[in-house]
């Protein structure tokens, strides 16, 4: 069976992390690919769990070495998508980015056959409730990532599919289906 680039985007707090994290604890067949960034980690992140801390010149470094499958800059901090390990992991599982909507459809164009996945709030007032209650952010930045929300979910239509994370359960069970349905279709 051959294996799956799936791309999980959406607005910050929307539940991105808390979905792909359950999903892949569950499916041996299934990787989170770990981003580089050069922002700071937060209280309780890792190097090489939740992201790769790089420096801007290192950073710089990778992007001449032609490093990244995509990369891009938010809020004043640049992530990236390491490509080798990507390619190496899709020869015998699927793997998930958890990346913005311009590093998801900048993916697509590297490998037309990445699946585009949304991931929806039920409402603005929950998304809100949500990133306000994770409370790993300064005011500031809540206020940023809220700014670019309307951006996120209107770039939908350019997405193969969209989910609500309303009941979080469901929306695992919703991102599992489109993976065994693409890895049978293959
Ligand atoms: P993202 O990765 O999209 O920024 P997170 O996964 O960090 O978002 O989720 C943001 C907050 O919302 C977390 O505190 C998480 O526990 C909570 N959350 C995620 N999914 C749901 C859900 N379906 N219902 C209620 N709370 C949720
Ligand atoms: P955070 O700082 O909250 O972890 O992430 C901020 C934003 O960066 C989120 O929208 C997240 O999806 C995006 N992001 C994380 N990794 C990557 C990546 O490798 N490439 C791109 N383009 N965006 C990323």
Redo the contacts with the bound molecule.
């Keep these: 069976m051959e294996h799956v680039l799936l791309v999980v985007s959406?607005?910050?707090?929307?539940?991105?992390?808390?979905?792909v994290k359950t999903l892949v604890k569950r499916r041996e067949d299934v990787v989170e690919s770990v981003s580089c960034t050069t922002r700071a980690p937060r209280e309780g992140e890792k190097h090489g769990r939740e992201y790769f801390f790089l420096t801007k010149e290192e950073f710089e470094k990778r992007i001449e070495e032609n490093d990244f499958l995509e990369y891009d800059e938010h809020f004043g901090n640049f992530y990236g998508t390491p490509k080798s390990f990507v390619k190496e992991t899709l020869k015998t599982k699927s793997v998930i980015l958890?990346i913005d909507v311009v590093g998801g459809l900048n993916a697509k164009k590297e490998i037309p056959q990445t699946v585009l996945v949304m991931?929806a709030p039920p409402s603005i007032e929950e998304l809100k409730r949500?990133?306000i209650?994770?409370g790993t952010e300064s005011k500031e930045e809540i206020e940023n990532r809220l700014a670019r929300l309307e951006y996120e979910l209107s770039q939908k239509d350019k997405y193969d599919y969209v989910i609500v994370?309303?009941?979080?359960e469901t929306?695992i069970r919703d991102l599992e289906s489109i993976i065994d349905g693409k890895q049978s279709l293959k």
């Design positions: 959406g607005p910050s707090g929307v539940g991105k992390g808390t979905i958890e991931i949500r990133l209650g994770r994370n309303d009941d979080l929306a």
